[in-house]
């Protein structure tokens, strides 16, 4: 059975990739700010990975929110990098490319610090892979990551210093600002790994 995942060309995808070996790695330009980091990101890692990797092309940055799409954020959430509606939409496109590429699995990074959004609760993950179970091609999402922090799941995946280093985590462009979320994380989950300089 061949499995799909989604990559960012984050610390976390970046780790599952290592980790599952998938079939296809698929990084989606859906409009965000740094949608041309990601892919290059993402080449970068399947290259040095041994994996094949897609892109696809699906901009919707006139629906976007927040730090990903250079606007205010959404009164909707209190994280500045809420995008509404975004995992699903990721997910959807997703479930379609796995259908395409005869994948019976989609793979998601979703980590156990992701439930402050509901869309990385496991109440979300169960409910939509219940959905796309239900439609032809039945189609499954998972989560490998979810029970694990960002730290453990790159320590379980083995994933080398020289691979991550290639990894883009920032919400708001092509180079590393310091000050959002993703650059956050990056700098935490480096300094908890002992990799940060």
């Known amino acids: 059975m061949s499995d799909l995942l989604l990559l960012s060309g984050g610390i976390d995808s970046t780790a599952l990739a ?9 990084t989606i330009d859906y409009g965000q700010r740094a949608a041309a980091a990601e892919i290059q990101a993402s080449q970068q890692i399947c290259a040095d990975l041994s ?5 696809l092309t699906a901009r919707i940055p006139s629906l976007g929110a927040g730090d990903m799409a250079g606007t205010a954020p959404t009164m909707h959430s209190a994280n500045s990098e809420f995008w509404p509606f975004r995992n699903q939409y990721l997910i959807t496109l997703g479930a379609m490319a796995a259908v395409k590429y005869a994948c019976k699995h989609v793979f998601i990074g ?7 959004h509901a869309d990385g609760s496991v109440q979300f993950i169960g409910s939509l892979d219940a959905l796309l179970a239900l439609q032809e091609g ?9 029970h694990l922090t960002t730290a453990e ?8 210093q020289a691979t991550l280093g290639w990894t883009h985590s920032c919400h708001t462009g ?9 650059c956050a994380k990056h ?6 790994l002992g990799w940060s300089r």
């Open 187 to 192: 700098s935490e989950v480096m300094a908890e």
């Open 138 to 146: 039945e189609i499954h999402l998972v989560a490998p990551a979810k």
């Open 18 to 26: 290592s980790w599952l070996r998938p079939d296809i790695c698929l």
């Open 51 to 55: 994996l094949r990797h897609e892109v």
């Open 110 to 116: 979703t980590v156990s610090t992701d439930d402050r």
């Open 174 to 182: 092509d180079l590393a600002c310091g000050n959002c979320r993703g």
């Open 153 to 160: 799941l790159v320590k379980q995946s083995r994933l080398s």
